[in-house]
């Protein structure tokens, strides 16, 4: 048996302990985390993923390197804080969305005029995709409650990384970005991000999205910013379906890799993400 096969992540993930759970038709989904802080005053590196069930690899990627940030334990130069699975129903379901049909990554209360039709967010029906919802939902008044706890429990720097998959022809690494927070960040705080991506052959991308209700840029807007960069890790997957086009047909194939390079694909990331570990310890 394919031993990775055996970590894929699932709701009932005993690996981790549980956060808090969600009630969709009468059925608890459960979210897990590990959070390891070793001193208030050290670097605190925060990895979050699958907020879009659908895009299952961020879990796999976080699960992994969660793993090794377990066997580090007090040998860690971090303070360590992990979600895999932030929509744990969508998840269960191979669904983009929540069990109220909401994209959790586009209903934070932050809205722009600008942003890209109806991928950029819509209010017309859950039925459709991108819908922004009227609240914010349960797993992201989780989320934000664990980020305030975390920013109020630290002095260090805060570095957050959300794990995405889907876009482009390369994993990217994209800073916060609708409201134009350039002129408001530390730009010492994303360095980190910057020497990750050069260091793993990512594209570190500034360019402006318009993208309405992102739930990042929201998090970053209250965050202590004078102490905290945030960036989320888009795994590209493009590639994979043009050079295998027979798997377009199936959408659970433009958000993920093929079988057979899966674990390749976690390993690299997963290693990625410990070279922010170095990053993050020595910023300067």
């Given at each position: 048996m394919n031993r990775r096969k055996s970590i894929k992540i699932k709701p009932s993930n005993k690996f981790l302990p549980i956060l808090c759970s969600v009630s969709y038709n009468k059925k608890k989904y459960q979210i897990h985390y590990y959070k390891h802080?070793?001193?208030?005053?050290?670097?605190?590196?925060?990895?979050?993923?699958?907020?879009?069930?659908?895009?299952?690899?961020?879990s796999l990627v976080a699960l992994d390197f969660c793993k090794k940030m377990v066997k580090l334990g007090q040998k860690s130069p971090v303070n360590f804080v992990c979600i895999p699975c932030l929509n744990p129903f969508g998840l269960a379901h191979k669904t983009r969305c929540n069990g109220n049909g909401v994209d959790l990554m586009r209903n934070s209360p932050l809205r722009t005029k600008k942003k890209t039709f109806f991928f950029g967010g819509q209010n017309w029906s859950n039925r459709l995709p991108y819908f922004q919802g009227e609240k914010l939902e349960k797993e992201n008044e989780i989320w934000l409650k664990l980020m305030k706890k975390i920013w109020k429990s630290t002095k260090g720097p805060v570095f957050h990384i959300d794990i995405h998959s889907g876009f482009g022809w390369k994993t990217?690494?994209?800073?916060?970005?609708?409201?134009?927070?350039?002129?408001?960040?530390?730009?010492?705080?994303?360095?980190?991000?910057?020497?990750?991506?050069?260091?793993?052959?990512?594209?570190?991308?500034?360019?402006?999205?318009?993208?309405?209700?992102?739930?990042?840029?929201?998090?970053?807007?209250?965050?202590?910013?004078?102490?905290?960069?945030?960036?989320?890790?888009?795994?590209?997957?493009?590639?994979?379906?043009?050079?295998?086009?027979?798997?377009?047909?199936?959408?659970?194939?433009?958000?993920?890799?093929?079988?057979?390079?899966?674990?390749?694909?976690?390993?690299?990331?997963?290693?990625?993400?410990?070279?922010?570990?170095?990053?993050?310890?020595?910023?300067?």
């Open positions: 802080i070793k001193s208030p005053k050290k670097p605190t590196l925060v990895i979050t993923a699958n907020i879009h069930g659908i895009e299952k690899i961020s990217s690494i994209w800073p916060p970005h609708t409201r134009s927070f350039k002129t408001k960040r530390n730009k010492q705080l994303f360095l980190p991000f910057k020497k990750m991506a050069a260091q793993n052959g990512m594209k570190y991308s500034d360019i402006p999205y318009n993208i309405s209700g992102d739930m990042l840029d929201h998090l970053y807007e209250l965050s202590p910013r004078n102490r905290a960069a945030a960036a989320t890790m888009e795994i590209g997957t493009w590639k994979w379906i043009y050079t295998m086009p027979w798997r377009i047909g199936l959408a659970s194939n433009w958000f993920n890799p093929p079988e057979k390079i899966l674990k390749k694909v976690v390993r690299e990331h997963s290693k990625a993400l410990m070279t922010l570990v170095n990053q993050s310890h020595k910023p300067n």
